[in-house]
């Protein structure tokens, strides 16, 4: 099996920074796209940030220019980087990532149980 784990979430000011962390582990041959999730109370989950193998990114309109997405892949684990937060960015985030386990010839998606991100004076 493969698990994600998140951390880094938590409580900042407006106008703050956080950085996000997600580490894969079990038996993992690869590592293709990963990606950051966000979901506030009441709204359905969307798209923050994606990143292949080959590190090319891809972002949601709402954190382009203050969000970073990398990885180390040599850790199978991605960040995300996230300055000059607003109460908007308030939401559980959930990082995902396709991966091709030991044994396996196709990808399967797998999800973390997600990190709390609050934004409030």
């Known amino acids: 099996q493969v698990q994600l784990v998140e951390s880094g979430g938590g409580l900042v000011q407006p106008g703050g920074s956080l950085r996000l962390s997600c580490a894969a582990s079990?038996?993992?041959?690869?590592?293709?796209?990963m990606g950051w999730y966000r979901q506030a109370p009441g709204k359905q989950r969307e798209l923050v940030a994606t990143?292949?193998?080959?590190?090319?990114?891809k972002y949601a309109d709402s954190g382009r220019g203050r969000f970073t997405i990398s990885r180390d892949n040599a850790q199978n684990t991605v960040y995300l980087q996230m300055n000059s937060l607003k109460p908007e960015d308030a939401a559980v985030f959930y990082c995902?990532?396709?991966?091709?386990?030991?044994?396996?010839?196709?990808?399967?998606?797998?999800w973390g149980q997600g990190t709390q991100v609050t934004v409030s004076s």
């Open positions: 995902n990532a396709w991966v091709l386990r030991v044994g396996r010839t196709s990808d399967l998606l797998y």
């Open positions: 079990g038996r993992i041959r690869s590592i293709n796209t």
């Open positions: 990143i292949n193998s080959g590190s090319y990114t």
